[in-house]
Every structure is written in structure tokens, then in C-alpha cells.
């Protein structure tokens, strides 16, 4: 490839393409956090000034239910001092550097991670177009690759520091690139496998890698005089190879404690987390999910050795659990588990930093089951994320799905919310279990655009018990949390109604497929028909009100605007909130 060759998506025109997209969801997304407050011109029309008043940002937008601002991108204009200027989203933060709270050590790096969210932006808008309606016949990889926006929440949801344009072209999900996974030899010493019940290392990395990979993989050890027993095979991100563990990792290589291999056979593609692989070659075969230290929307995207020893048995845990509750099980929900974990540690880097350190995080991978083999004759998957896609003629998947299904929008959003909806609220009121099922988390098992079921996925890290006192076996302790009373049903408020059903919502208003009232009436009646199902829970219901007036305005851009390298601690996910007043509840009184 030519230097120029690997920037031709950087034309001009997709550049103010991009921007007007972006600061369109800045102005919609920092508007609901309540960072700014759009000045009402009448009719629809609102006004946004820079921090020195001098710049005038105008558009118009149409309010909707949990104070959602839907902006038209088309009719966004910048003016200062009477003359237009073109929508630019690096101007945008730095003219409103104030108000946002961006500071001196903070905002060079929102800049660049804006950089990157523009540049893949401007990469999608140079595919062949896609429509909806096509997607909604597509498999399961053709949506995971045809997404055109990130987190609904986040501006800055494609930052990828750390990759320069070689390595996005390679591994970014949008592009859809194959990817060979490198392999190297941990020494037991220092590495450590966990799996969980019913897997032994030496028969699951042959059926992963094939008995005549495992052989040319000995070979490679036995032709430098090591012997194969004192080491444990690890898959790792190319970039993590090339980028870090060369370097960081150099005396650990120097010593043979680790033994690059080389690539593996099989290919992968990227999923929309960026650092999770779908074997293309063997679909049936395991996710691997690998280390990668590049900052991305809000964290270091490593995977810590010692939080991967209890992986395995957490995923067990969890799926006992759903095994043995009739609710959950009526529901279809499923998870596809973590089965097996290899962390290695690096001793002297541990002894230099604290449980926090990006230093901690640079080497571990595990394997999470397929949803593949799970699927009956006629269903097909989807990652959730996709209902939330609008392709370039403005149309939703939701709504190409719906017309596919045939069935009445409200009935159609039924069979969702049972899969999805009912599992959430049945873990946390009969067992204070949350998960962080944002879109991205949840794979839908469809038949005929119908959602007939749910699969829950990245379970260790991302479910949390909020009873501190709750008798848990001893390996699985690392998940019980302390919450605050007042700040435990956030995890349904904010996670499910505010960063996801809001914008399904609004997209479905927007395209006249089913009104908000509608949608919010059938969210309140399969959450009354689950609560009616389990009548022993009731004083649970009471405790926690599902329908109560109104409920905290929790703030995601807000954390990434305060700290973009180390936004949450995960073992104290409500310490980091940030609170911004309060939403009225759109069930409330339904």
C-alpha cells in the first residue's frame, strides 16, 4: 500500500460529513447530560454559544420522552461574528472547552480520541452502502461488521489510541479485515490457566488449535531445547505482539519465560469491542479475547492475569443459576460462557504499580463459547447493538426487522422485551444481580426478524451482586458489591431505559413505526406481567420501584470528560457516577 493509498477515506467531503454527524451527537447527547442548555428560538429551533458567547450553534430537534434531544444533522449551522463557519468538531470542544470541564491534561487526548471517531466515521461513509433492509437478512458477522456508530452515549466512542492507520485497517471491526491470532509460550511459573467445569488445558487447546498446530507449536519449543510441559499456549492481539510485549515484555522473551510461536491457522474477525475475535474459519469454535492496551472510550482495553483466574467459575456460577430458575428459563436467556482463562504476570511490574496499572493488563486471554451451535433450524444471530443502527437513507434495522417479522410493531417489541427485559428484572429482584447489558453485550437469537431469545455475553467482568452480605462460593466473591439503596435500580434506569430503549424509541417515532407513548406502554406491561408472574417477590417490587415518578440522571460523557484513561473502577461502579438531577420515568403511572 501506498502512503497516500491508506487516507483516501479522508476525502473532504466525508470529513464535513463526519463532523456535522458528531457534533450533532455532541450537542444531543451533552444537551440530555444536562453539560449544556439549548436556548429556545420557538418552533423547534434551539441555540447553543460557545463559551464566549462570540459562536452560535443552531439547529432543530424534536424533545422526547427522558429528555432525549433527536436533532436534525442536516439543519445545523455555526455562525460567528454574522459569518457561517463550517461544523467543525475539534472547534466544538475547544469553544466549549469550559463548560464541558475539559482540562489542560484532559482535552488533548478527548481531541485525539475525537480524531479517531471522525477518521472511522469518514471510513464508513466510504463503504458500499448497506441498507437496513438488507441487513436484516444479513448473518451474524455481516451486522457486527456493518455498524456505522459506536455507543449511543459516548462522543467519543472510537478512539483506538494507539492504532495508527495500518493497524485500523487490520483490526478495527468496521473494515472487516481476517486476523491470524500470535501464539506464544507462557512458562507455568508465571502463567496461570483456569477453565472452568469439564475442560482440561492439553484436550481444549488441541480442539482449538488442531493437533498439527499444538505439534509445530512443541516444535518450536523443543527445536530451542524447552521443554513443552513447563509452558501453557497463549493467543495475543497482533498489535499487542508488535506494540508492546516486544518491548515491555523484552527481558520476559530474553529469559524464555516467553516463546513467540507464531500465528495460528484459523481466522478471525474483530467484534464491535475491538479486542474479542469470531472464528470465521470454525464458527462453532470459541470467541478469544485478548489484551489489548489501547485507550478506548474510557479505559485501557487490557485484561488483567488476576482478575482471569476466577473467570471460569464465575461463568459456571451464573449459569447454574439460570439452569436452575423457571422465570429465566421460560424466557429463553442464555449465556455463553468465559470457559477458560491463561493470564501471565509480570512480577516486577506488579511489584511497581498498584491493582489499577495498564502494567497489569498487557497479557491474559480468554475463550468464551460460540453462540453458533446453539442455533435451531431457521434463527439467526445479531448482536443487540444493531437495532440501533440507521443506514444511509435514514432507516432503522429495528424497523427493517419489524416488517420483516409481519407482526404489529407493539407485538413485535413484546417478544424483545421478554427476552431481554424480563431476565434483567427477574436477576436483579430475585437475586440483586445486575449486568451491564448495554447493546453490545447482548446477541439476539432472531427468527424471521422476530427475537425469539437472548444471550448474555462478558459475564466476569461486567455482572456484579449488589448484597454485600450475599453467600456466594469463595470464587466467585470478587463480584458482590456494596450499592447504595437510592442508587441500585440505576442499573435498570440507566443501563437499559435511558442507554438504549431511549434511542430505540426515538428511532422508531422518528420513522413513524410506533409512537413513544406506544413503546413506553408496552415497556410498563410486560414489566407489570412479569411482577404479576412472581407474586413472592412483591415486597421486593415495593422496595424498589420500577415505576416511581422519576430516577437519577446517571452521566456517561461526563466520566469520560473528567478521566478518558481510567473512567470506572469496576469493583466500585457506583463510587464513579456522575449524577446530573433527575429524569421523569416514561412508565410512571402506566
Given at each position: 500500500m501506498r502512503p497516500a493509498d491508506a487516507v483516501t477515506h479522508l476525502s473532504p467531503e466525508r470529513w464535513e460529513r463526519a463532523n456535522r454527524l458528531l457534533v450533532r451527537k455532541a450537542l444531543a447527547e451533552f444537551a440530555h447530560e444536562r453539560l449544556i442548555t439549548p436556548e429556545p428560538e420557538g418552533g423547534g429551533v434551539y441555540t447553543v454559544r460557545s463559551d464566549d458567547g462570540a459562536t452560535r450553534y443552531r439547529f432543530t430537534a424534536t424533545r422526547r420522552a427522558l429528555d432525549h434531544w433527536q436533532i436534525d444533522a442536516d439543519s445545523l449551522t455555526r455562525h460567528r461574528d454574522g459569518t457561517e463557519l463550517p461544523l467543525a468538531a475539534l472547534d466544538f470542544f475547544l469553544e466549549l472547552r469550559a463548560r464541558l470541564g475539559l482540562g489542560e491534561e484532559i482535552l488533548p487526548v478527548y481531541l485525539e480520541e475525537i480524531s479517531s471517531t471522525l477518521s472511522s466515521t469518514c471510513y464508513k461513509l466510504a463503504k458500499p452502502p448497506v441498507t437496513s433492509a438488507q441487513l436484516a437478512h444479513a448473518d451474524f458477522q455481516a451486522?457486527?461488521?456493518g455498524m456505522t456508530e459506536g455507543h449511543p452515549c459516548f462522543v467519543a466512542?472510537?478512539?483506538?489510541?494507539?492504532?495508527?492507520?495500518?493497524?485500523?485497517?487490520?483490526?478495527?471491526?468496521?473494515?472487516?479485515?481476517?486476523?491470524?491470532?500470535?501464539?506464544?509460550?507462557a512458562h507455568r511459573l508465571r502463567a496461570v490457566f483456569t477453565a472452568g467445569a469439564g475442560i482440561e488445558y492439553a484436550s481444549?487447546?488441541?480442539?482449538?488449535?488442531?493437533?498439527?498446530?499444538?505439534e509445530r507449536f512443541h516444535r518450536t519449543l523443543t527445536d530451542q531445547g524447552l521443554d513443552p510441559a513447563d509452558y501453557l499456549l497463549l493467543p495475543v492481539h497482533p498489535w499487542q505482539w508488535w506494540n508492546k510485549l516486544t518491548v515491555t515484555f523484552a527481558a520476559e522473551i530474553a529469559r524464555r519465560d516467553l516463546?513467540?510461536?507464531?500465528?495460528?491457522?484459523?481466522?478471525?474477525?474483530a467484534q464491535q469491542s475491538i479486542r474479542t475475535f469470531f472464528n470465521t474459519s470454525n464458527p462453532h469454535k470459541h470467541y478469544v479475547k485478548t489484551a489489548l492496551s489501547v485507550l478506548n472510550m474510557g479505559f485501557m482495553r487490557g485484561l488483567s492475569a488476576a482478575y482471569m483466574e476466577a473467570t471460569p467459575a464465575i461463568n459456571d456460577w451464573l449459569a447454574r443459576l439460570i439452569d436452575d430458575d423457571p422465570v429465566l428459563k421460560s424466557t429463553g436467556l442464555t449465556i455463553i460462557r468465559e470457559r477458560a482463562a491463561v493470564g501471565y504476570r509480570h512480577l516486577e511490574y506488579e511489584a511497581a504499580t498498584d491493582r489499577h496499572s495498564?502494567?497489569?493488563?498487557?497479557?491474559?486471554?480468554?475463550?468464551?463459547?460460540?453462540?453458533?451451535?446453539?442455533?435451531?433450524?431457521?434463527?439467526?444471530?445479531?448482536?443487540?447493538?444493531?437495532?440501533?443502527?440507521v443506514d444511509h437513507e435514514g432507516r432503522g434495522l429495528a424497523a427493517a426487522l419489524i416488517e420483516r417479522s409481519g407482526l404489529p410493531p407493539r407485538e413485535w417489541l413484546r417478544h424483545y422485551l421478554r427476552a431481554y427485559l424480563v431476565p434483567l428484572l427477574h436477576c436483579f429482584y430475585a437475586y440483586d444481580l445486575v449486568f451491564m447489558p448495554h447493546g453490545e453485550n447482548v446477541v439476539l437469537v432472531l427468527e424471521d426478524g422476530v427475537v425469539r431469545r437472548a444471550v448474555f455475553k462478558d459475564i466476569a467482568e461486567e455482572i456484579a451482586v449488589l448484597d454485600p452480605e450475599a453467600v456466594l462460593p469463595p470464587?466467585?466473591?470478587?463480584?458482590?458489591?456494596?450499592?447504595?439503596?437510592?442508587?441500585?435500580?440505576?442499573?435498570?434506569?440507566?443501563?437499559?431505559?435511558?442507554?438504549?430503549?431511549?434511542?430505540?424509541?426515538a428511532q422508531l417515532a422518528a420513522?413513524?413505526?410506533?409512537?413513544?407513548?406506544?413503546?413506553?406502554?408496552?415497556?410498563?406491561?410486560?414489566?407489570?406481567?412479569?411482577?404479576?408472574?412472581?407474586?413472592?417477590?412483591?415486597?421486593?417490587?415495593?422496595q424498589y420501584d420500577l415505576f416511581a415518578p422519576e430516577f437519577a440522571l446517571s452521566c456517561l460523557n461526563r466520566l469520560q470528560l473528567r478521566d478518558n484513561r481510567q473512567m470506572v473502577d469496576l469493583t466500585d461502579p457506583s463510587g464513579a457516577l456522575q449524577l446530573a438531577g433527575t429524569l421523569a420515568n416514561p412508565i410512571a403511572g402506566l
Open positions: 451486522i457486527e461488521t466512542n472510537n478512539g483506538r489510541l494507539g492504532f495508527g492507520i495500518h493497524e485500523y485497517l487490520a483490526y478495527a471491526p468496521e473494515t472487516a479485515t481476517p486476523v491470524r491470532l500470535v501464539w506464544l509460550a481444549f487447546v488441541r480442539q482449538e488449535l488442531g493437533e498439527p498446530t499444538v516463546v513467540c510461536l507464531g500465528e495460528s491457522d484459523d481466522e478471525y474477525l495498564p502494567y497489569r493488563k498487557m497479557l491474559a486471554a480468554l475463550w468464551r463459547e460460540s453462540p453458533v451451535p446453539s442455533l435451531r433450524e431457521g434463527e439467526q444471530l445479531a448482536t443487540m447493538a444493531s437495532l440501533l443502527h470464587e466467585v466473591r470478587r463480584i458482590r458489591v456494596d450499592v447504595p439503596e437510592d442508587k441500585k435500580l440505576l442499573s435498570i434506569f440507566t443501563d437499559v431505559f435511558d442507554c438504549f430503549f431511549r434511542f430505540l424509541a420513522e413513524g413505526v410506533l409512537e413513544e407513548d406506544g413503546f413506553w406502554r408496552t415497556v410498563a406491561e410486560v414489566a407489570r406481567a412479569y411482577q404479576e408472574s412472581v407474586p413472592e417477590l412483591a415486597d421486593r417490587f415495593r
